[in-house]
């Protein structure tokens, strides 16, 4: 089980940077059932409980139309983690990663993203299943799920390509 602010074997923090302002603005409050890190689940599920994303104002009026998506992308702030691991053991078995090849909440700028199902909107208020951050967590963006959408048009000579 993970403990808050636990260092285990092999991982490796550094000394963070000073933060500088991205201009990111929290636009709503995320209301989920969990209020600690040890009872959050890993992942969301959508048979997980109904949660609300609490749109600020004057973002409201934003929601139009996103009632046409059965799935929707959140992504938010989270903003209890820690910040300074480069490595970490997600199975506490002596063995350690890259943060970035994990999905782990501890990331140097700690953005969280999931992909949840669309129950219905309300007075500002967005009901979603499979959420998986801590009560009152920020809202940095919610958007139709990518999935939902097909590429616009092939690719085109010229066109920008890796590898």
Not at 25 to 51: A, H, K, M, N
């Amino acid at each position: 089980m993970v403990r808050e602010n636990e260092i285990r074997s092999g991982e490796v923090a550094v000394p963070a940077p000073p933060p500088t302002d991205a201009g990111l603005v929290f636009i709503g409050s995320i209301r989920t059932p969990w209020t600690s890190r040890l009872e959050t689940p890993r992942q969301g599920r959508t048979d997980g409980p109904v949660c609300r994303i609490e749109v600020f104002d004057p973002w409201v009026d934003a929601l139009d139309g996103l009632e046409a998506f059965e799935r929707v992308e959140v992504l938010y702030w989270l903003h209890l983690s820690r910040r300074d691991l480069v490595r970490q053991s997600p199975r506490n078995d002596g063995t350690t990663r890259g943060t970035f090849s994990l999905r782990s909440p501890v990331r140097p700028n700690p953005i969280g993203t999931s992909i949840a199902a669309l129950d219905r909107i309300e007075d500002g208020i967005a009901y979603v299943r499979g959420l998986d951050c801590l009560d009152a967590t920020p809202l940095l963006d919610l958007k139709p799920a990518r999935d939902l959408f097909t590429p616009i048009a092939p690719p085109q000579p010229g066109d920008f390509q890796i590898g």
